[in-house]
Nanobody
């Protein structure tokens, strides 16, 4: 019903920048909050940043002042601009939108979807 395409990961040196994108497509009625999570090797998945449909944002303390989340509602896309990257930012980053989508004549409200993840590697 809903497909997510993430892009923008890669290898960067410490202090560098990357911009992640996540585009949602399919039988979308509306998208509520959109978030980015990350999971480093041997660690639990953690919230990096989230943004509501109205544009309110929330960040993990570890990325405040360095990362910026934004969204383009017309394109059903969420972005994560990552600046001043550190080796500890190395992880697989996952897009997580809350989507209300059409299912036949009905709407499935508030379903969580996960992208396949994009790897960000920050070298020291």
């Amino acid at each position: 019903q809903v497909q997510l395409v993430e892009s923008g990961g890669g290898l960067v040196q410490a202090g560098g920048s990357l911009r992640l994108s996540c585009a949602a497509s399919g039988s979308i009625f509306s998208i509520n909050a959109m978030g980015w999570y990350r999971q480093a090797p041997g660690k639990q998945r953690e919230l990096v940043a989230a943004i509501t449909s109205g544009g309110s944002t929330n960040y993990a303390d570890s990325v405040k002042g360095r990362f910026t989340i934004s969204r383009d509602n017309a394109k059903n896309t969420v972005y994560l601009q990552m600046n001043s990257l550190k080796p500890e930012d190395t992880a697989v980053y996952y897009c997580n939108p809350e989507v209300s989508s059409w299912s036949g004549r009905h709407i499935d409200y508030g379903m969580d979807y996960w992208g396949k993840g994009t790897l960000v590697t920050v070298s020291s």
